[in-house]
C-alpha cells in the first residue's frame, strides 16, 4: 500500500487495492514517510475503516494525539467489551479525544471533579470498573497517573455509548438530585458501600428509566401503607414532598402513591 496523507511518525492515510481508504496505525508506520511512499506492512498494528460522518473527527485525532493515548483508548475499549459491554468502533473516536484532554488538564494543574462519581459507581457498576482498570492503562501507556474520578467520567462515556445517551445523563441527574435530597433532608452521608444504600440507588435508577420510558407502576389503593411509612420518621413527609417537587419541576413526571411506598420503603431500611 502507499501512503496517500501521512498524520504523524505514527499514523498514516492508504488506500487497499480494493479502493478503501484506510488509518494505518503504528509505531514508526509514518515515519520519513511522504504521500506516495510504500507503506511497511510490518509496522502496521491497527487498521481502522472509518463512517465518513466520523471521519473528519477522527484524522484529526490521529494528527494530534499520539500513539500511546491512541493504543490506551484501543485497551480500554477491549477491555470493557470483555466485561460484556456491547460498544461500537467509533466510542474509540471519543476515548483518545477524552484520554488526550484529561491529559492536558491534568498537566496544566486543571482540577474537574466529577460530581457523580457515586451514583455512576453503584448504577454503572461494569462501566465504572473499566474506568478504574482504564486509569492504570493510561498510566501504563502514557505515563500519567490521572485522578480517580477520572474513572467516572470514563464509566459515563462507556454508559452513554452502550445505551442511550440522553436517559443516561437524565437518569444520573435523577439519582444524584434524589440523593442529595436525601441526604439534606435526613442530615446524614450515606455509605455507598452499605447494601441498603445500593439498593436505593439502584431503586432510583430503575424508577429513572420508566419515567424516561414513560411506564408508569398501577396506582393501586395503598393509602394505609402510605400515611403509616410517612408517620415512621418525622422526616419521612418531608423528605416525599421534597422529592415528589424536584422529580415534577425537573423531569415533568408525578409520582403515584405506589412509587412514593416504595421510596418510602427503601428509606426505611436506611434509617430506622
Same mark, same amino acid.
Given at each position: ?44 498494528e ?74 455512576? +459507581? /453503584? ?13 492504570? *492503562?493510561? $498510566?501504563?501507556?502514557?505515563? @500519567?497517573?490521572?485522578p480517580?474520578?477520572?474513572a ?14 440522553e ?7 435523577l ?9 439534606d ?22 424508577l ?12 393501586d ?20 414532598? +421534597? /422529592? ?13 402513591? *405506589?412509587? $412514593?411506598?416504595?421510596?418510602? @420503603? ?7
Amino acid at each position: 500500500m502507499e501512503a496517500v496523507k501521512v498524520y504523524n511518525n505514527n499514523a498514516v492515510s492508504a488506500v487497499q487495492p480494493d479502493g478503501r481508504e484506510v488509518i494505518l496505525v503504528g509505531s514508526g508506520v509514518g515515519f520519513a514517510k511522504k504521500p506516495g511512499d510504500t507503506i511497511d506492512e510490518r509496522k502496521i498494528e491497527k487498521t481502522y475503516y472509518i463512517q465518513s460522518e466520523f471521519q473528519t473527527k477522527f484524522l484529526q485525532l490521529m494528527k494530534d494525539a499520539g500513539p500511546d493515548a491512541i493504543r490506551a483508548a484501543e485497551d480500554i475499549l477491549k477491555y470493557a467489551r470483555g466485561k460484556g459491554l456491547e460498544l461500537k468502533d467509533q466510542l474509540l473516536v471519543s476515548l483518545i479525544d477524552h484520554i488526550c484532554f484529561a491529559i492536558e488538564r491534568y498537566e496544566q494543574g486543571i482540577d474537574l471533579p466529577y460530581l457523580m462519581l457515586a451514583e455512576t +459507581r /453503584l448504577l454503572y457498576p461494569r462501566e465504572f470498573e473499566a474506568g478504574r482498570w482504564a486509569l492504570d *492503562q493510561i $498510566e501504563l501507556r502514557c505515563g @500519567v497517573r490521572l485522578p480517580d474520578y477520572e474513572a467516572g467520567y470514563i464509566a459515563l462515556q462507556l454508559a452513554s455509548a452502550s445505551m442511550n445517551r440522553e436517559m443516561t445523563y437524565n437518569t444520573l441527574k435523577l439519582t444524584k438530585g434524589c440523593m442529595d435530597i436525601i441526604r439534606d433532608t435526613y442530615g446524614v452521608e450515606l455509605d455507598p458501600d452499605q447494601i441498603d444504600t445500593v439498593r436505593l440507588t439502584t431503586h432510583l435508577k430503575f424508577l429513572a428509566q420508566r419515567i424516561f420510558q414513560q411506564v408508569q407502576w398501577t396506582d393501586d389503593d395503598m393509602e394505609g401503607l402510605h400515611e403509616m411509612l410517612l408517620k415512621k420518621h418525622k422526616q419521612n413527609r418531608k423528605c416525599m414532598e +421534597r /422529592l415528589k417537587e424536584y422529580i415534577r419541576d425537573n423531569f415533568d413526571y408525578t409520582l403515584n402513591a *405506589q412509587e $412514593e411506598v416504595y421510596l418510602l @420503603v427503601h428509606l426505611s431500611k436506611i434509617f430506622y
